[in-house]
């Protein structure tokens, strides 16, 4: 059974940056396709970025593309949400997602994805 859990949240002030990082347990992301994403105060939870399980392919919101970067580590343990630039807009719990690389559809989906983290607070101000 996979596990994920989230860290590297905190406040920031705007322009400044963070890394989340997501660790898996009990398996590696090697199978998984990993997804990010956040949910505002009293908003819909957004996805923000996603990274296929062999790692070759990236995908980004139009809010987040140029200024986050999804990444993995070597040992297919812990996936990184680089996050520069950041703005107050930002701000959310930002939570990390995984799903079996055969799961079809959008990647973007956040039903499509079956194992979560608890979420870790970003908070950017102005």
């Known amino acids: 059974q996979l596990h994920v859990v989230e860290s590297g949240g905190g406040l920031v002030q705007a322009g400044g940056s963070l890394r989340l990082s997501c660790a898996a347990s009990?398996?590696?992301?090697?199978?998984?396709?990993v997804g990010w994403f956040r949910q505002a105060p009293e908003k819909e939870r957004e996805f923000v970025a996603a990274?296929?399980?062999?790692?070759?392919?990236?995908y980004y919101a139009d809010s987040v593309k140029g200024r986050f970067a999804i990444s993995r580590d070597s040992a297919k343990t812990t996936v990184y949400l680089q996050m520069n630039s950041l703005k107050p807009e930002d701000t959310a719990v930002y939570y990390c997602?995984?799903?079996?690389?055969?799961?079809?559809?959008?990647?973007?989906?956040?039903?499509?994805?079956?194992?979560w983290g608890q979420g870790t607070q970003v908070t950017v101000s102005s």
């Open positions: 990274l296929t399980y062999n790692a070759d392919g990236t």
């Open positions: 997602a995984a799903r079996l690389y055969t799961v079809v559809g959008p990647r973007s989906e956040a039903p499509k994805y079956e194992y």
């Open positions: 009990g398996r590696t992301f090697s199978s998984y396709d």
